[in-house]
């Protein structure tokens, strides 16, 4: 009875790291950090980064922040 839910629980494993590891998956991932890393810099509202990212901002997707 071990034996098989030992198995079982190894099998399970291999497909959560084969469905992880898959190219879909990676590219779902890689495109989300990407926006939210877009999306934080953008519509920052901390001076620093605004200041910095002001102008780009206006040129590259024409949004008014005033």
Same mark, same amino acid.
Do not use: D, E
């Given at each position: 009875m071990? #034996?098989s839910?030992? +198995? @079982?629980? +190894?099998?399970?494993? &291999?497909? #959560?790291?084969? %469905? @992880?590891? *898959?190219?879909?998956v &990676? $590219? #779902? =991932?890689? #495109?989300?950090? %990407?926006a939210?890393? =877009?999306?934080? !810099?953008?519509f920052? @509202?901390?001076? $620093?980064? /605004?200041? &910095?990212? /002001? *102008?780009?901002? /206006? /040129? @590259? =997707?024409? !949004?008014?922040?005033?």
């Open positions: 071990k #034996t839910s030992i +198995g @079982t629980l +190894g099998s399970l494993q &291999q497909r #959560t790291v084969r %469905f @992880t590891l *898959s190219l879909p &990676q $590219a #779902t =991932l890689y #495109t989300s950090l %990407f939210l890393i =877009l999306w934080t !810099v953008y920052s @509202t901390y001076p $620093a980064v /605004h200041n &910095q990212m /002001h *102008s780009l901002r /206006h /040129h @590259t =997707l024409m !949004v008014g922040c005033h």
